[in-house]
Antibody, heavy 118, light 112 residues
Framework: QITLRESGPTLVKPTQTLTLTCTFS??????????VGWIRQPPGKALEWLAL???????RYSPSLNSRLTITKDTSKNQVVLTMTDMDPVDTATYYC??????????WGQGALVTVSS | DIVMTQTPVSSPVTLGQPASISCRSS???????????LSWLQQRPGQPPRLLIN???SRLSGVPDRFSGSGAGTDFTLKISRVEAEDVGVYYC?????????FGQGTKLEIK
């Protein structure tokens, strides 16, 4: 059974760096073709893709946020970490991590609501 | 980036009646490997998204057969043959053919 869970701060101040951790179980990132991605959703708005990492450490980022994002993995801990620098109130959103296999995001975490406010 | 455009934005439907959602991409979603990586997600109120269909028309295990996907190239459709109360939520199309992955703006399905 595949599960993912996001964890991190619920409130960050403007200009601070956000660090979110995705802890997963039921699969291995070392499996060929498997990846973990991050997607966010501002309140009442649509989904926005942020970043993706494969087991071979291949990483992809949203071009519009590339300069602010870093995605890493710790295979031994079954974790994927997303950092986003220079947070702004417009970054207020629910941040999801998701398992990707067969070219689609087939399992999602419950999401972590992050509010950016002073 | 590939832009995904969904219509309608909102769809009021009577229980037991069919519903249809369209999704158009700004460029072809056919990958160099010949596959088309277009998926449909359902997001019920207060819940994370759930994958319903991938590769245009492949229903995931556990997804009711009243859901079906079709289309090719740049035009795709999600159909619900008979809407049930549990189908209320927002539906998104998404493409995984090219980075960055992108999503439609969502279609809200509600009961009349």
């Amino acid at each position: 059974q595949i599960t993912l869970r996001e964890s991190g701060p619920t409130l960050v101040k403007p200009t601070q760096t956000l660090t979110l951790t995705c802890t997963f179980s039921g699969f291995s990132l070392t499996t060929s073709g498997v990846a973990v991605g991050w997607i966010r959703q501002p309140p009442g708005k649509a989904l926005e893709w942020l970043a993706l990492i494969y087991g071979n450490d291949n990483k992809r980022y949203s071009p519009s946020l590339n300069s602010r994002l870093t995605i890493t993995k710790d295979t031994s801990k079954n974790q994927v970490v997303l950092t986003m620098t220079d947070m702004d109130p417009v970054d207020t959103a629910t941040y999801y991590c998701a398992h990707r296999e067969n070219w689609s995001y087939d399992y999602w975490g419950q999401g972590a609501l992050v509010t950016v406010s002073s | 980036d590939i832009v995904m455009t969904q219509t309608p934005v909102s769809s009021p439907v009577t229980l037991g009646q069919p519903a249809s959602i369209s999704c158009r991409s700004s460029q072809s979603l056919v990958h160099s490997d010949g596959n088309t990586y277009l998926s449909w997600l359902q997001q019920r109120p207060g819940q994370p998204p759930r994958l319903l269909i991938n590769k245009i028309s492949s229903r995931l295990s556990g997804v009711p057969d009243r859901f079906s996907g079709s289309g090719a190239g740049t035009d795709f459709t999600l159909k619900i043959s008979r809407v049930e109360a549990e189908d209320v939520g927002v539906y998104y199309c998404t493409q995984g053919t090219q980075f960055p992955h992108t999503f439609g703006q969502g279609t809200k399905l509600e009961i009349k």
